[in-house]
T-cell receptor, first 112, second 111 residues
Framework: KQEVTQIPAALSVPEGENLVLNCSFT??????LQWFRQDPGKGLTSLLL?????REQTSGRLNASLDKSSGRSTLYIAASQPGDSATYLC???????????FGAGTILRVKS | DAGVIQSPRHEVTEMGQEVTLRCKPI?????LFWYRQTMMRGLELLIY????????DSGMPEDRFSAKMPNASFSTLKIQPSEPRDSAVYFC?????????FGPGTRLLVL
């Protein structure tokens, strides 16, 4: 059974700092990995999707990397801003299915 | 497109009552997913449909839960009878080629 773990559970940083969120998964037979953002009381917004054959994806100040063989992904946020404060969730889809398996998330607070 | 639409946004009911949650997926998306989010268990997939057909309902917790998708633009998740432990945020999501798009969720409180 696939298990997704995110570290740290919570993170508080001053504005402008670069930061890294970590995600690990136990079964490397994944089809792709996605990073989502969830604001309080809202739904999830997809940030980046990395196919299993890819090593990284970038969107603006966000960069996600994937090391499938070691079961790890990182989300790098450059020059953090207070508007980045949210919960960030990592999720994987297995090669043999359509179900997203989510981690518990990292709660990020960027202080101004 | 307006995105995935869910109704109601909030629901407060008493134990034993029937609850029906509604979802309108993004037009053209052929997959629809129902999730439940709680503090204790995080995000859990309950059931998903492909082309209106239920594919995997292994996440549905009990027979009290049922889901239907009568057409490509509408799905319901029903709980009957509801219990306090069903209190959670229920999300609907639809998918195009790769990415899932989530609705704003229905916050359910069962007293």
């Amino acid at each position: 059974k696939q298990e997704v773990t995110q570290i740290p559970a919570a993170l508080s940083v001053p504005e402008g700092e670069n930061l890294v969120l970590n995600c690990s998964f136990t079964d490397s037979a994944i089809y792709n990995l996605q990073w989502f953002r969830q604001d309080p009381g809202k739904g999830l917004t997809s940030l980046l999707l990395i196919q299993s054959s890819q090593r990284e994806q970038t969107s603006g100040r966000l960069n996600a990397s994937l090391d499938k063989s070691s079961g790890r992904s990182t989300l790098y946020i450059a020059a953090s801003q207070p508007g980045d404060s949210a919960t960030y969730l990592c999720a994987v889809i297995m090669e043999y299915g359509n179900k997203l398996v989510f981690g518990a998330g990292t709660i990020l607070r960027v202080k101004s | 497109d307006a995105g995935v639409i869910q109704s109601p946004r909030h629901e407060v009911t008493e134990m034993g009552q029937e609850v029906t949650l509604r979802c309108k997926p993004i037009s053209g998306h052929d997959y629809l997913f129902w999730y439940r989010q709680t503090m204790m268990r995080g995000l859990e997939l309950l059931i998903y449909f492909n082309n209106n057909v239920p594919i995997d309902d292994s996440g549905m917790p009990e027979d009290r839960f049922s889901a239907k998708m009568p057409n490509a633009s509408f799905s319901t998740l029903k709980i009957q009878p509801s219990e306090p432990r069903d209190s959670a945020v229920y999300f609907c999501a639809s998918r195009d080629q790769e990415t899932q798009y989530f609705g704003p969720g229905t916050r359910l409180l069962v007293l």
